[in-house]
């Protein structure tokens, strides 16, 4: 069983930043991708960013550019830098591993 959590989440101002990280018990972190996602009120679960094993980035077109996604094998962590937050950008943000998704951690941006 593979559980993840995450974390750094808050509130912050338009224009500001969060680090939010994410830390995988259990062996297969570092064989698999692992993707970040968000889903905001009366809204569908969308993804932001992917990360491959050996480091391939991918990002939804509404992130690039502000987001940065990265991993540490070593210590079964992906994190995902977010800089110039917008208002549209608050949701709850959870990460994900093959099938396992972690409870999610809060992102609140105001104008």
């Known amino acids: 069983q593979v559980q993840l959590v995450e974390s750094g989440g808050g509130l912050v101002q338009a224009g500001g930043s969060l680090k939010l990280s994410c830390v995988a018990s259990?062996?297969?972190?570092?064989?698999?991708?692992v993707t970040w996602h968000r889903q905001a009120p009366g809204k569908q679960r969308e993804l932001v960013a992917s990360?491959?094993?050996?480091?391939?980035?991918d990002y939804a077109d509404s992130v690039k550019g502000r987001f940065t996604i990265s991993r540490d094998n070593a210590k079964s962590t992906v994190y995902l830098q977010m800089n110039s937050l917008k208002p549209e950008d608050t949701a709850v943000y959870y990460c994900?591993?093959?099938?396992?998704w972690g409870q999610g951690t809060q992102v609140t941006v105001s104008s």
């Open positions: 990360i491959t094993r050996v480091g391939i980035t």
């Open positions: 994900r591993l093959g099938p396992f």
């Open positions: 259990g062996n297969i972190f570092s064989i698999n991708s």
